[in-house]
């Protein structure tokens, strides 16, 4: 039984770099690294597909982390004054 390589995220990008650039052809580099060209293209995708996010501006890769974060707050806020009403009522205020 084989067991799995795992390659780590420095190689898949120097692959896929190269890959990117068109010098060598996938059969040549699939050689090259002892890789399967479909190992080589999938790499090639995912580097394609997010690129668009290392160009994006801070602020935009920040947006989805800051709504994340006011829902959670608007929440706590919900539940603090469902808090406060209650106990205001109970102690006769």
Same mark, same amino acid.
């Given at each position: #039984? /084989?067991?799995? %390589? &795992?390659?780590?995220?420095?190689? /898949?990008? %120097?692959?896929?770099?190269?890959?990117?650039? +068109?010098?060598?052809? #996938?059969?040549?580099?699939?050689? !090259?690294? &002892?890789?399967?060209? &479909? #190992?080589?293209? @999938?790499?090639?995708?995912?580097? *394609?597909?997010?690129?668009?996010?290392?160009?994006? !501006? /801070?602020?935009?890769? *920040?947006? +989805? =982390? *800051?709504?994340?974060?006011?829902?959670?707050?608007?929440?706590?806020? +919900? @539940?603090? =004054?469902?808090? &406060?009403?209650?106990?205001?009522?109970?102690? +006769?205020?």
């Amino acid at each position: #039984m /084989k067991k799995r %390589r &795992n390659y780590s995220a420095d190689f /898949k990008a %120097r692959v896929a770099l190269e890959a990117l650039s +068109g010098a060598f052809t #996938m059969a040549e580099l699939a050689s !090259k690294h &002892n890789l399967h060209p &479909n #190992m080589i293209s @999938q790499w090639k995708r995912k580097a *394609q597909e997010g690129l668009p996010d290392v160009f994006a !501006k /801070k602020n935009e890769r *920040q947006k +989805g =982390t *800051q709504d994340a974060e006011v829902k959670e707050l608007h929440a706590k806020i +919900g @539940q603090l =004054t469902i808090e &406060n009403d209650f106990l205001s009522k109970a102690f +006769g205020r």
